[in-house]
């Protein structure tokens, strides 16, 4: 069986990518590298029984010319990082946001482009299971026309200073302690919207469209621990068919973290909140429910191992990502789709900045967007779960 080669940059998010990749019949792990001595110290426990090796820099770790390289460095290294690898002759399954800029977008398209390269946006929130459904009941007119959906990202992190050995601390904890060697890490004054794939990427496969305008709004800066961020925006996006979706993210809110997305229709609505783990819906054909039904559908599928990180949707990103390579088939979410996840983040933060101006977002493709193929990969369910009534105790 032909394995495809793997090196992983960046081993703190990337330990759980080295897992799965490792896990594959189809691949094999051999490196992974990370400046910090505690992060290449938990790979090597991981990688030296498989005969991978740990290296410190990102040079030698394409010097063991890897035929693909999973990218989960520093967010705003990742287009650099990715078109380095391209570049060395590796296919690049990047993490999100994937960009920093909307000129890293383009660079990143130019790159993919003259290298000929497979590239995939690592956005894991799309084979959430229920997103299946909700794919089918669209397909299926359950909804009607869908007029409006909207996504919330809620995810409180603190956290954002690093130590010279890797570890993160507080600001609150480094003035407790006396510390005077952290630096902000680079999601400490990242603009929140700009971490939107999580929550855009979804809806947009689910309604196979494409954004083209937003304005966005900031929250205050009060957060003690975050300063150098918003502490929460929101933008409204009008799609190319017509449809608004209004995507709110906040990571300085103390709260459990989670996603809740909505999806509403002439004729129907749908709610999922991870907390919940069930799918909320009153759609076509439940007119004579007195309130919702609940459907027990949630992150993860039946078969799917959710120790695998995020309800198992890493796994897959694994998986697919290597069979298509392996396929000689284009990624499931490939440069294209992930401009078109992340750029309209980039400007949701400029009309934000500018008090709301609403913003234009241009179309990257060379050729004009025909339809999402994603659904090609992932595939629809035949059967589902029958619906409950769904009591408010």
Same mark, same amino acid.
């Given at each position: 069986?032909?394995?495809?080669?793997?090196?992983?940059?960046?081993?703190?998010?990337?330990?759980? &990518?080295?897992?799965?990749?490792?896990?594959?019949?189809?691949?094999?792990?051999?490196?992974?590298?990370?400046?910090?001595?505690?992060?290449?110290?938990?790979? $090597?426990?991981?990688?030296?029984?498989?005969?991978?090796?740990?290296?410190?820099?990102?040079?030698?770790?394409?010097?063991?010319?890897?035929?693909?390289?999973?990218?989960?460095?520093?967010?705003?290294?990742?287009?650099?990082?990715?078109?380095?690898?391209?570049?060395?002759?590796?296919?690049?399954?990047?993490?999100?946001?994937?960009?920093?800029?909307?000129?890293?977008?383009?660079?990143?398209?130019?790159?993919?482009?003259?290298?000929?390269?497979?590239?995939?946006?690592?956005?894991?929130?799309?084979?959430?299971?229920?997103?299946?459904?909700?794919?089918?009941?669209?397909?299926?007119?359950?909804?009607?026309?869908?007029?409006?959906?909207?996504?919330?990202?809620?995810?409180?992190?603190? @956290?954002?200073?690093?130590?010279?050995?890797?570890?993160?601390?507080?600001?609150?904890?480094?003035?407790?302690?006396?510390?005077?060697?952290?630096?902000?890490?680079?999601?400490?004054?990242?603009?929140?919207?700009?971490?939107?794939? &999580?929550?855009?990427?979804?809806?947009?496969?689910?309604?196979?469209?494409?954004?083209?305008?937003?304005?966005?709004?900031?929250?205050?800066?009060?957060?003690?621990?975050?300063?150098?961020?918003?502490?929460?925006?929101? $933008?409204?996006?009008?799609?190319?068919?017509?449809?608004?979706?209004?995507?709110?993210?906040?990571?300085?809110?103390?709260?459990?973290?989670?996603?809740?997305?909505?999806?509403?229709?002439?004729?129907?609505?749908?709610?999922?909140?991870?907390?919940?783990?069930?799918?909320?819906?009153?759609?076509?054909?439940?007119?004579?429910?007195?309130?919702?039904?609940?459907?027990?559908?949630?992150?993860?599928?039946?078969?799917?191992?959710?120790?695998?990180?995020?309800?198992?949707?890493?796994?897959?990103?694994?998986?697919?990502?290597?069979?298509?390579?392996?396929?000689?088939? /284009?990624?499931?979410?490939?440069?294209?789709?992930?401009?078109?996840?992340?750029? /309209?983040?980039?400007?949701?933060?400029?009309?934000?900045?500018?008090?709301?101006?609403?913003?234009?977002?241009?179309?990257?493709? @060379?050729?004009?967007?025909?339809?999402?193929?994603?659904?090609?990969?992932?595939?629809?369910?035949?059967?589902? /779960?029958?619906?409950?009534?769904?009591?408010?105790?």
């Amino acid at each position: 069986m032909e394995k495809l080669r793997v090196g992983v940059l960046g081993l703190r998010r990337g330990m759980t &990518h080295l897992r799965n990749f490792l896990s594959l019949e189809e691949a094999v792990v051999i490196g992974g590298a990370d400046r910090f001595p505690d992060c290449r110290e938990r790979a $090597a426990e991981l990688l030296g029984p498989a005969g991978g090796k740990v290296v410190a820099e990102f040079d030698d770790l394409l010097a063991m010319q890897p035929a693909a390289v999973v990218i989960a460095s520093n967010g705003k290294l990742q287009v650099e990082h990715s078109i380095r690898a391209m570049e060395a002759g590796c296919h690049v399954l990047s993490e999100v946001p994937g960009a920093d800029t909307a000129e890293e977008l383009v660079r990143l398209r130019d790159c993919v482009q003259r290298t000929g390269k497979t590239y995939m946006l690592g956005e894991n929130s799309c084979f959430l299971d229920f997103l299946r459904y909700w794919r089918k009941w669209l397909l299926e007119d359950r909804f009607g026309p869908v007029s409006i959906a909207e996504a919330e990202y809620l995810h409180y992190l603190p @956290t954002s200073l690093y130590a010279p050995d890797g570890t993160r601390v507080s600001p609150s904890e480094a003035k407790a302690q006396g510390r005077t060697d952290c630096k902000p890490i680079w999601r400490a004054d990242q603009p929140p919207i700009q971490y939107l794939t &999580h929550d855009l990427g979804p809806l947009l496969e689910v309604l196979d469209d494409r954004c083209v305008s937003v304005t966005c709004r900031s929250g205050p800066w009060r957060c003690e621990e975050a300063p150098l961020r918003s502490d929460g925006q929101i $933008a409204l996006f009008q799609t190319a068919k017509g449809a608004l979706i209004k995507i709110m993210v906040t990571l300085n809110t103390p709260q459990p973290g989670g996603h809740r997305y909505r999806m509403l229709g002439t004729a129907g609505t749908a709610e999922w909140f991870s907390y919940e783990g069930f799918c909320r819906r009153f759609v076509r054909g439940a007119e004579e429910r007195d309130g919702w039904e609940k459907v027990n559908i949630g992150a993860a599928g039946r078969e799917d191992d959710t120790s695998t990180g995020h309800g198992g949707t890493d796994l897959k990103l694994a998986r697919h990502f290597t069979r298509a390579i392996l396929d000689g088939k /284009p990624a499931p979410i490939d440069v294209y789709r992930c401009i078109e996840y992340a750029l /309209p983040g980039i400007l949701a933060n400029k009309s934000a900045e500018l008090g709301g101006v609403p913003f234009s977002i241009p179309d990257l493709r @060379t050729q004009p967007f025909g339809g999402t193929t994603f659904w090609e990969y992932v595939g629809l369910p035949e059967v589902e /779960p029958a619906g409950e009534p769904y009591k408010v105790r």
